[in-house]
């Protein structure tokens, strides 16, 4: 159980369009889902967290206008990455958490190609 | 401010020996820390994972220990396996926020 899929699994798109990567909770009901971003051989660091139904939580440096996250359900988040550019080309990953103690689950990631 | 540091970038052990993986924090109000396994171009997979109760915490080959005083874990694999080979990352959180600070990772490479 706990499974969480993402999609596309790669992407790569030309500088100024928007990709939308989606995160679903397959097996459970996600109340937090959470967005990542892996530069390379760095660690992962948390963009934004969004509870379904409400508006997400951006950690600071991350522009909510260039990244619009929508947890529309209680098994599905998306990322919007507006007018992408090259320093936008990055993996990304997100977990989703059931609402238990610390549990989060993790996605396969996504990884973004900005030429 | 890198609240959750892994100092060692790399680790090479045999096979049958064990390796330890270190990670030390800065933030006393963590209370819950986890040890995630990743593999390039795939997201984490939990291994293992220990309260601020416990001192140690064991789960077949994978034992990890905590010393709260040191703010330091490390997480133990006993005997490891080429299968090992891969990204370690622990992470901390405080309980009730959901989350996450990761560390930096240690690239564990278990040689036949």
């Known amino acids: 159980g706990a499974v969480v899929s993402q999609h596309p699994s790669r992407v790569i798109c030309k500088s100024g369009t928007s990709v939308k990567i989606e995160c679903r909770s397959l097996?459970?009901?996600?109340?937090?889902m959470f967005w990542y971003r892996q530069f390379p051989k760095k660690s992962l660091m948390l963009m934004a967290t969004?509870?379904?139904?409400?508006?997400?939580?951006?950690e600071q440096g991350v522009e909510k206008d260039k990244f619009l996250i929508n947890h529309a359900s209680l098994t599905l988040s998306t990322l919007t990455v507006t007018s992408a550019h090259p320093e936008d080309s990055s993996f990304y990953i997100c977990?989703?958490?059931?609402?238990?103690?610390?549990?989060?689950?993790f996605g396969p990631g996504t990884r973004l190609t900005v030429l | 401010d890198q609240q959750v540091k892994q100092n060692s970038p790399s680790l090479s052990v045999q096979e049958g020996r064990i390796s330890i993986l270190n990670c030390d924090y800065t933030?006393?109000?963590?209370?819950?820390f986890l040890w995630y396994k990743k593999y390039p171009a795939e997201g984490p997979t939990f291994l293992i994972s220990?309260?601020?109760?416990?001192d140690k915490n064991e789960d077949g080959r994978f034992t990890v220990f905590l010393n709260k005083s040191a703010k330091h874990l490390s997480l133990h694999i006993v005997p490891s396996q080429p299968g090992d080979s891969a990204v370690y990352f622990c992470?901390?959180?405080?309980?009730?926020?959901?989350?996450?600070?990761f560390g930096t990772g240690t690239r564990l490479k278990v040689l036949a």
């Open positions: 977990s989703a958490s059931p609402g238990t103690y610390n549990e989060q689950f």
């Open positions: 097996d459970f009901q996600a109340t937090t």
């Open positions: 969004s509870n379904e139904g409400s508006k997400a939580t951006y």
């Open positions: 933030n006393s109000m963590f209370d819950y």
């Open positions: 220990i309260s601020s109760i416990k």
């Open positions: 992470a901390a959180t405080t309980s009730g926020t959901y989350k996450y600070i």
